[in-house]
């Protein structure tokens, strides 16, 4: 129960932090939406980070435990994550923003390199002990629609906005490549532990990997110019997985 209590906690702080970021800005106190943003996504990844690596950090990979294994990845990360966070936050004012995003980029190439370790990995075990899936099935309904996006994103970044250099195009591309394939990989996870005891958890990981990469296309596709949206995105992200983590720990 004190597990769920956690987890519901998270979830409500998420709740509670779009909440006063929407009465911020219909009050029209845009500055403080903004400061607020600025504050809660490196502020929830910390958090998250650190429970998720109190939680699965101790063992590290010495456990022959695969779930083990992709929650520590999770953790790790939002460690990467986590610093990204801060090198946004911090160096903003201090370098060009285009290399920024650069540098920001590829903090978080990181981390998603760990969740796409930790969750196709552990979906390749789950399809080797349950043999639900042909394995050239799984593959291309992870491979074929990240590659498409990937590429979707390519043309847009390199044809369709002159003023982004071909330094974006090093870093987005993969990006699109790897939140696509850690998103789909979690569908599948989801889709397989349906009826299980590993819904919740899994669902609640889709849940802020899917933001992620929702953050991210957005960014991509100029919807938006930055904060309050964007460090709002962040932290419910952060703070879906924390919620993943800590509900996966009580199985």
């Known amino acids: 129960m004190r597990g769920k209590f956690i ?27 903004v400061i607020l943003a600025s504050v809660i996504a490196p502020a929830s990844a910390l958090l998250m980070s650190a429970v998720g690596l109190a939680l699965y950090g101790r063992q590290g990979l010495a456990r022959e435990d695969h779930l083990h294994i992709l ?31 650069f540098i920001v980029d590829l903090i978080q190439l990181i981390g998603i390199l760990l969740w796409a370790v930790g969750t196709v990995g552990y979906l390749l075990t789950s399809r080797e002990v349950l043999g639900y899936m042909n394995p050239r099935t799984m593959w291309a309904a992870l491979v074929v629609p990240s590659v498409a996006y990937a590429g979707l994103v390519l043309f847009v970044v390199s044809g369709q906005n002159p003023t982004r250099g071909p330094i ?45 990469l929702v953050r991210s296309a957005l960014w991509v596709f100029s ?8 460090g709002l995105m962040g932290a419910e992200s952060y703070l879906f997985l924390g919620a993943s983590l800590v509900t996966a720990s009580k199985l």
């Open 223 to 230: 919807f938006f110019s930055g904060e309050p949206l964007a």
């Open 71 to 101: 929650n520590l990845s999770i953790s790790l990360g939002l460690v990467a994550f986590l610093i990204s966070e801060l090198t946004a936050a911090t160096m903003s004012l201090l370098i060009d923003n285009e290399i920024l995003h």
């Open 168 to 212: 974006e195009i090093v870093t987005k591309t993969p990006v699109a490549l790897g939140l696509s394939m850690v998103v789909l990989t979690m569908i599948l996870l989801v889709w397989v532990f349906k009826s299980g005891r590993l819904f919740v958890p899994m669902a609640l990981g889709l849940a802020g990997m899917l933001l992620a």
């Open 7 to 33: 987890a519901a906690s998270f979830l409500a702080a998420g709740i509670g932090l779009l909440l006063v970021t929407l009465l911020l800005e219909i009050l029209l106190l845009h500055s403080l939406a």
